[in-house]
């Protein structure tokens, strides 16, 4: 008569019988390895499965695990099951992308997922760099320099899925120019009767923010210790380093003259004056041409005060007194004696004394005649 399930079969209504059919024996879960049934027992005494090797659960760490159990069968670790082994983002593979559960009940081959990483970044020159987590996958790594070198290029670099940086390595550059600085140099004033003075100073040391080296110092102006001139002079320096960065400095040295104004050139008369004439120090003497004597100071000197000494001097026509009866008395008369010129001799034998002598005897006997000698010089 059959089998008693047979019997039951048979007695139950359609309706019944179809819903009986239609629940699942248990539930799995696909890929997670675990028994659909709750007894292994129970699995193992089904005709079908007895005896089949029942491999372990896959899991792997930062992978997800796809399963096909043979035959479209519900246990995923059953024997000929296939599992392909996928690794999250930032992860790859190491072993075999398909796993078999082989009759020995253990899978084809062993796999890990493991953390990609990116070429070890190399260290800029007078720099370096700072990573998070080294470099692997999304590590973000943030580069620096030393003092006195610039950063060129991306600061900041991240170790993409691909293996490879977002951006290419910085380099550290020397963009900065050294530093020097000029001294200061007050004004200078010259010296009594000078138009120049000596300046000196100490040459400015540049000072480079990188690597401490300069190539090369140019100084543009009078050197230290040189004589200036009255005015204003520019002085510059400038320094470069090994990149060929400069840096410059520039000061003024202020020499300034002391004087007292221009005298004027007396009428009938001549002025001659030591150094440029009008500055602290010159002197000017003055003279008269002939038939003019000089008065006023005959000398005059530009002071400290800025003030000439003496007084302005002027030259008058000569009042001579023709009324005389020597020589000597009439030249005793002349403010300028030494304006005429009298050669001298020891002895009256001379001729030319003797010549001399007469002339200014009749001089003093002729107004006239004394007159015409003295406009003419």
Request: hydrophobic share 30%; with cysteine; proline share 7%.
């Amino acid at each position: 008569m059959g089998s008693p399930a047979l019997r039951l079969a048979l007695l139950l209504p359609p309706v019944l019988l179809l819903l009986l059919l239609s629940v699942p024996l248990s539930r799995g879960f696909p890929g997670s390895g675990d028994s659909p049934l709750e007894d292994d027992e129970v699995w193992y005494s089904h005709p079908r499965y007895k005896d089949t090797p029942w491999c372990s659960p896959i899991k792997v760490k930062y992978g997800d695990v796809y399963c096909r159990a043979p035959q479209g069968g519900y246990y995923k670790t059953a024997l000929g099951t296939r599992c392909d082994i996928r690794c999250r983002k930032g992860y790859e593979l190491h072993g075999s992308s398909q796993l078999i559960c082989q009759s020995n009940k253990r899978w084809s081959d062993k796999v890990i997922c493991k953390q990609k990483r990116c070429p070890t970044l190399s260290m800029p020159a007078n720099g370096g760099f700072k990573c998070v987590d080294g470099a692997y996958f999304n590590s973000r790594c943030e580069y620096y320099c030393s003092p006195g070198y610039t950063l060129k290029g991306e600061r900041t670099v991240t170790c993409m899925d691909n293996k490879a940086w977002s951006g290419r390595p910085a380099t550290c550059v020397d963009m900065e120019p050294p530093r020097i600085k000029c001294p200061s140099v007050k004004e200078r004033i010259a010296e009594p009767n000078k138009l120049t003075v000596r300046v000196s100073w100490e040459t400015p040391e540049g000072r480079d923010t990188a690597d401490g080296i300069l190539t090369d110092v140019i100084l543009k102006g009078l050197p230290p210790g040189s004589n200036f001139p009255e005015g204003d002079h520019k002085i510059q320096y400038t320094v470069y380093d090994r990149a060929e960065n400069k840096g410059t400095c520039k000061f003024l040295v202020k020499v300034r003259v002391r004087r007292c104004g221009k005298l004027n050139v007396p009428e009938n008369g001549y002025m001659k004056c030591s150094s440029d004439g009008d500055n602290y120090g010159a002197t000017c003497e003055f003279s008269c041409i002939g038939g003019y004597e000089l008065q006023g100071s005959p000398a005059r000197v530009c002071q400290s005060n800025l003030a000439w000494s003496g007084t302005e001097p002027t030259c008058a026509a000569m009042n001579v007194n023709v009324g005389v009866r020597t020589a000597a008395a009439l030249l005793d008369q002349f403010y300028e004696k030494r304006r005429l010129l009298i050669v001298s001799t020891p002895t009256a034998r001379n001729l030319l004394y003797r010549l001399q002598l007469g002339m200014l005897q009749a001089a003093a006997a002729n107004p006239t005649l004394l007159l015409q000698y003295g406009a003419s010089g």
